[in-house]
């Protein structure tokens, strides 16, 4: 299914934002609640939290690639020749083939300790994940929100705790930085890797705070979630609960804000090397019907 989606520049107040991207060509695909994407040669492989599976979709048409009753997937990372489910609504780690066949589980990390709704994933390249834990979505609880590694030998370190809801995670291996998103605290933190498995201090890039993004209809849980880079280090956030896609520059400044989006815009992926946005987005209802959007990069490289 096609239609033509109008890229709108939302002009906000004190942000250096540049000149509206034309209109581009849209591909969208409906789906339960879609989290997740990561491209896999020419399909992208996506999250439906509310159907219990991942859904690859390319040329041919989409596909199921997994699915699990109960699991919930959030995000799926490389891991092992195969991947790494993260199943939200069991608090596990699914381990599958490369053709999406279950392989084990894993619940507990090097200190037997549970981790609480895993929500995104980020391989390193040295064969391990790190991965969020976000804790319980309520800004009225203490931040119990993690950041985890699977490494390769399959033992999983807590890295960081009491995050205010650990929600999206991204390794730029360009810079060696770790991006995780705090959706309930409204920043973005960056951790220096220095090995696999092992993170320096954190830092604040970004802070909502101090450049508002308005919410939709008053949501009041509205902040940043899944994240990717490019090539020239521009970092691309989905804002959910606005319906944003928001593009800050290296240096932390909002150069695009994107709209048009069902309103719990979750994650994104770039494609054939960042000319293509893959977004993630659902409405408010309450079975969260949503969509896959495929559409050019108003950043694309020449």
Request: proline share 7%; aromatic share 8%; with cysteine.
């Amino acid at each position: 299914m096609k239609r033509l989606l109008s890229l709108l520049l939302i002009l906000g107040a004190c942000l250096p934002i540049a000149p509206a991207s034309e209109a581009q060509t849209d591909e969208r695909l409906d789906a339960a609640y879609p989290e997740g994407p990561l491209v896999v040669g020419d399909e992208v492989l996506f999250a439906e939290m509310n159907a219990d599976r991942i859904t690859a979709w390319g040329p041919q048409g989409a596909r199921i690639f997994y699915d699990s009753a109960g699991c919930g997937p959030t995000a799926l990372a490389p891991y092992a020749g195969g991947y790494a489910v993260l199943c939200h609504r069991r608090d596990e780690i699914h381990l599958v083939s490369p053709a999406g066949r279950f392989r084990k589980s894993l619940n507990r990390d090097s200190q037997g300790r549970t981790f609480n709704n895993p929500n995104d994933a980020t391989a390193d390249g040295a064969g391990g994940v790190y991965f969020t834990a976000s804790g319980e979505f309520d800004s009225a609880e203490q931040p119990k929100g993690a950041l985890l590694y699977l490494g390769a030998d399959g033992v999983i370190l807590r890295r960081a705790d009491k995050l205010d809801y650990a929600n999206g995670i991204h390794f730029d291996r360009h810079t060696e930085l770790l991006y995780v998103t705090e959706h309930l605290g409204g920043r973005i933190l960056t951790y220096p890797v220095l090995a696999p498995g092992v993170l320096g201090k954190p830092a604040v890039f970004f802070n909502f705070a101090d450049h508002p993004i308005p919410p939709i209809n008053g949501y009041d849980r509205a902040g940043p979630d899944g994240l990717e880079t490019d090539g020239s280090g521009n970092l691309y956030v989905a804002m959910c609960g606005t319906g944003k896609l928001i593009i800050i520059s290296p240096s932390g400044d909002i150069t695009r804000v994107l709209g048009g989006f069902e309103p719990l815009i979750t994650n994104i992926a770039l494609a054939s090397e960042a000319r293509t946005l893959n977004l993630t987005a659902s409405e408010f209802e309450a079975e969260r019907p949503g969509a896959v959007h495929r559409l050019v990069n108003p950043l694309s490289p020449e």
